[in-house]
Every structure is written in C-alpha cells, then in structure tokens.
C-alpha cells in the first residue's frame, strides 16, 4: 500500500488551514479552492473518496468531537428549531430538489432524482459554525446550526436508502420508507441510550490516562458500529452517546480531561482539513464520468439546482421559524423572538459539505444488471452544488452578517457572570479547606495552609482583574502581565533545568520529570490568568 498520497493529502491540507488562520478567508473555504486548483497539477494521485472509509472512519470523530463541545442543554432549549431543521427542512428539501430535478433534466426518472435530493439535502456546518465562531453570531443561531449538523445527517441518509431502494425496485412503498426513518431513528437514540451509561462508567472508573483517551478514541466507531450493524442510525447513536459524555465531562479525571482535549482539538484538525481539501479533489473524478452531459447543457443544470438548493431553504426557515409564534402562545412564552435577521443568516448558512458527496460515491453504479440512471450527472451536481454553496454562501455569509449588525457579545456582563460564579466556587473552597483542617488527621505547617488560601484568592481575583485598567506603558491589562511574568519566570526556571541536563548533573529521565512539571504550572497559570 503507497501510503504517500495520504501523507502529501494530511500535511498538505494541514499546512493550508494553518495558513488559512493569517488571511480573512474561512479555512474550508481556502481548502476546497486549494483542492480544485491541485488536483489538475500533473502528478497528483487521484483521491476518490470512499464512502466506505468516508461514513464508517470519518464521520464518527467529525460528529463526536462536534457533539461533546456542544451544549446538552443549549440544545434541549433549542430542539424545537434544531428538529425542524435536521428532520423537517431535510425531507422538505430531498422533495423540492427532486421535483425540480425530474422537471428540468430530460429522462431523469422521479426516483433518481428523489436520490439527487437526499444527497444534497443535507447542509454541513462545520464551515458555517467556523464562520459564526469567526465573526460573533449570536449563540443560540450557532447552537441551532450545531444542532441541525449534528442530526441532519441521519435524516438524509436514511432518506437516501428509501429512494435507492426505489429506484432499484426493491418495494419501497410510502409506508415502509416512514417505517424505516423510524426504525433508524428509534434504534439509533436507543443503541445511544444503553451505551452512554456504560461507556461513561469505563470512562470514570479507568485510572490510567492513557487507557481513558485510548477509550475515548474507540468510542465513536463503537456507538456508530453497534448501530449500522442493527440497521439503526450510528449518527443518532454518535449524537447521543457524546452528548451524555460532554455533559458529564467533570466527572473524569483532571490528566484525562486535559490529555483528552489537546487529542481531540488535533483528531478534528486534522480530519476537518483533509475533508474539505478532499472536496475540491473530487473534480476530476467527477468530470471523468460525466459523459454527454458536458459544456453548457451541464452547467445549467448545476445552476438551476443550485439556485433551487438555496431557494428552498429560505422557503423553509422563514415559515418555520416565524409561524410558530403565530400559532402558539406557548411557544411566545417560553422561546425568545426569531428574529428576521436570524432567519436570514439560518437560511444563507446552507453550505454543504462532504457527506454529500460521500452518499453520492456510494450510489450503486449497476444493480441486477442494469446502470443506475444518470449517476454520472447526480454526481456531477451534488459536486457543484457541494462547491457552489461552499463558495459563494461561504464567501458571502461573514459581510452578510456585518451588513444585519448583530448586537456583540456582551464581555463585560460575561466577565462578572464569570467573577460571581467564581467567588461562590471560592467561598466554598475556603469552607471545605476550613473544615478539613479543623481535623488533625489534615494537619499542615502554616505556610502550606497560608499557600492554599493564597490560591484561592488569587483564582478569586484574577478574573476582577480582567475588568482593570489597562497598562499606560505596555497596553497589556493586570490579567496578561500577570501571565507574561509567569510565562517568563518559568522560561528561566526551564533553562537552568536545560543547562544542567546538559552538564549531565541530572539526567534526561529527570529533565522530563522536571519540565512536565512546568508546563503543568503554566498551563495553571494560563487558565487561572483566564
């Protein structure tokens, strides 16, 4: 096996979204045109995507480490709006697209465009919840967002299966397609109920680091493995299983926690960048195929469709988010007011993304014999409609938001929401450490016990701090001295460490000892500086 492709593929893409980090472009956004632009440079291997290493390998990390860094309870909030997206809009936009797919294209059968519609129902966030963290949207637009891409994908894909399944000739009726979303989404929630628990416990109870984020790696090929092989939803399944354990994340060990996030930040950096370079990869896959439907007839299609891709989500998110209210006092009480500029943005943040095209590389080419109609040209269009929607949504979605001038986020009232919940975390601090030194079984010498105090206050105050002036001289407030000095004062301590390794007065065993102690010191530093 020539594992160099896949090594050019992670570094290259790597390298681009940390270049893309200095430029005001979106790093998917500069991935798919970097892919586009390399894969006609003569040399390049073909990189064809896989739906059977795409679904299975790729999915399962995307959706878990999504899933873990949202809210449990921003989405419970928010479920209403977050269904109506990853359920409702799903099936609303596999028929829209389908319909006008079998009314404009010449001899497509109404099945083989219901496929088409399945395939590009589904928008992809991760580029748009990129954007949104980049330019401030408010927070309860990015967790509906974060929650339609986290559920969406199920819909869609078991929608897929029903019109495959039609088109085939494999009996599929009205009432055995609902039959089937219900299975796959029953059993996908059901497969995530009785494994959260378990995996949860594992989670708590292993005592090596090591073996818990080993643990932590598996779990989202087990939760979406155990699902696909009882023919329910692994996406639901991956969902719920990483929901629960985001929610519960503080009951884990520290080491674990702190080991577990830098392992994860770099799983999704570097999945997220190889997919979305992937996309823009695909060109020349695609357009091999594409037969006689190449030049303009082609490319009115992959026009008209994306046209009606991003009409038919506006159709949608207006009347679903406005006439509810209208309808139910209920819903006027408990949720705040959507506004017109939230539609607005909801409905431009419709980029798809790469399991759009991987559901359209796993349409069977024959089946008994026969070719599946016009699979080329579904291809080519889910990937113009993939590339159509990253470009010029993805380009277009950050001025729009400058233009609808949406209230910032208010720092100040967070940085005392903050400082509040941090003198209440304190004072029962200095309660508990009052109450275990009054037993001599927790005697220490007065400094250590002035120590911890100090400790104490100081995590008390530094978030205070924040809220300081700013230096005349420098331009850094209290909360960034303070951190520089710490940085600087341990750089010193971790040269003479250095230097007497280097004298061999201690050893590299040692050395290690040493410096691992000062990088967790200054990661504590880090933190408690905020």
């Not at 495959?164 to 497969?191: Q, S």
């Not at 959260?196 to 680091?209: G, I, S, V």
Request: aromatic share 8%; hydrophobic share 50%.
């Amino acid at each position: 096996m020539d594992v160099m492709p896949l090594l050019l593929l992670v570094a290259g893409s790597a390298a681009v979204a940390g270049a893309a980090r200095r430029t005001p472009v979106p790093a998917p956004l500069l991935l798919v045109a970097v892919g586009l632009a390399v894969s006609y440079v003569p040399g390049v291997p073909d990189y064809t995507l896989d739906p059977k290493i795409v679904l299975p390998l790729l999915l399962p990390p995307l959706l878990y480490t999504s899933a873990t860094d949202s809210s449990y309870l921003d989405l419970r909030a928010q479920v209403r709006p977050v269904a109506l997206l990853s359920v409702g809009y799903v099936l609303f936009a596999t028929f829209a697209v389908g319909w006008a797919a079998y009314m404009l294209i010449p001899g497509m059968p109404l099945t083989a465009a219901l496929v088409l519609g399945a395939v590009v129902a589904p928008p992809d966030a991760v580029a748009a919840t990129a954007v949104a963290r980049r330019v401030g949207l408010p927070s309860r637009i990015t967790t509906i967002l974060q929650g339609e891409s986290l559920l969406n994908d199920a819909t869609a894909i078991t929608a897929y299966k029903v019109a495959v399944a039609a088109v085939v000739g494999e009996g599929a009726t009205w009432a055995g397609g609902i039959r089937e979303f219900l299975l796959a989404a029953v059993g996908g929630v059901g497969v995530g109920l009785v494994l959260m628990a378990p995996l949860h416990w594992l989670r708590t109870h292993l005592k090596e680091p090591l073996l818990q984020n080993t643990l932590s790696l598996l779990i989202p090929f087990v939760a979406y493995g155990v699902a696909e092989q009882v023919h329910a939803s692994g996406v639901l399944a991956v969902v719920v299983v990483a929901l629960y354990l985001g929610h519960r994340a503080w009951e884990v060990d520290f080491a674990t926690r702190l080991q577990e996030e830098a392992v994860w930040k770099m799983v999704a950096f570097i999945l997220e960048s190889a997919v979305f370079a992937l996309i823009g990869l695909q060109l020349p896959v695609v357009l091999k195929g594409l037969g006689g439907y190449e030049g303009a007839k082609a490319t009115w299609y992959a026009v008209a469709l994306f046209l009606v891709v991003v009409l038919a989500r506006f159709v949608w998110v207006y009347p679903a988010a406005l006439l509810p209210r209208l309808l139910s006092a209920r819903i006027r009480e408990r949720e705040e007011d959507p506004t017109w500029r939230g539609a607005m943005v909801t409905s431009w943040a419709g980029m798809r993304g790469v399991v759009s095209l991987a559901i359209a590389f796993s349409i069977p080419t024959v089946h008994d014999g026969h070719p599946f109609p016009q699979r080329n040209l579904i291809l080519f269009l889910t990937f113009t409609t993939v590339i159509g929607t990253l470009v010029v949504q993805g380009l277009t979605l950050p001025p729009l938001i400058g233009l609808l001038r949406f209230p910032g986020r208010d720092r100040q009232a967070e940085t005392l929401a903050e400082a509040n919940a941090q003198a209440q975390a304190s004072r029962a601090a200095e309660n508990c450490l009052d109450e275990l030194l009054s037993d001599e079984r927790n005697a220490l010498p007065p400094p250590l016990a002035d120590r911890l105090r100090r400790v104490l206050e100081r995590r008390r105050n530094a978030v205070w701090e924040r809220l300081g002036q700013v230096n005349p001289v420098t331009g850094e407030s209290v909360d960034d001295t303070y951190r520089r000095l710490s940085r600087e004062m341990i750089g010193a301590e971790r040269e003479v460490f250095v230097r007497l390794r280097d004298h061999r007065y201690i050893d590299d065993e040692m050395l290690r000892a040493l410096l691992r102690r000062l990088d967790l010191e200054e990661a504590a530093a880090y933190r408690e500086a905020g």
